[in-house]
């Protein structure tokens, strides 16, 4: 059902904990399925993720995809980051379960909303990036439609 990369970071998550007085935190749920992800980034003044943190409860897939996530973004660009997506997450752990595809949008939404609270805090604009729904649920219904 899982892949062994989706085992692998479930079983060992990378990157777990905070960052305190990150440069960006971003908070996300999903109300349907109870997952919460919390992604902390620390940018440097060029605009390099230099560290990133996550904070997940919910399922292993929401920890598997808040892991692969992190790793993804650590030691890119403030718009490299923004560039991943969540079909890029679930190719980076090779797939999963499709009644589990919202962890990964779980995981791209996280991480938009901990870039959105970094361009609020240094009140500049990311070019390309919209302001994150907090409750990922909304934004497959709007899909669904």
């Not at 440069?23 to 605009?47: E, F, H, P, Q, W």
């Not at 997450?89 to 939404?109: F, I, N």
Request: glycine content about 8%; some cysteine; aromatic content about 6%.
């Amino acid at each position: 059902m899982y892949s062994e990369k989706v085992m692998d970071h479930f079983q060992n998550p990378r990157n777990v904990g905070e960052i305190e007085n990150a440069s960006g935190v971003g908070t996300v749920g999903n109300a349907k399925c109870g997952d919460i992800m919390r992604i902390y980034l620390d940018i440097d003044d060029s605009g390099i993720i230099r560290d990133v943190k996550f904070k997940t409860f919910g399922c292993g897939a929401a920890v598997a995809t808040s892991s692969m996530a992190t790793e993804l973004v650590k030691g890119k660009t403030v718009q490299e980051a923004l560039e991943i997506t969540n079909q890029a997450v679930m190719e980076a752990l090779d797939g999963l379960p499709s009644q589990k595809v919202h962890c990964s949008l779980l995981a791209e939404e996280a991480i938009h909303a901990a870039l959105w609270d970094y361009a609020e805090k240094h009140n500049i604009k990311i070019e390309g990036l919209e302001k994150p729904k907090s409750d990922v649920g909304e934004h497959e219904e709007e899909e669904e439609y």
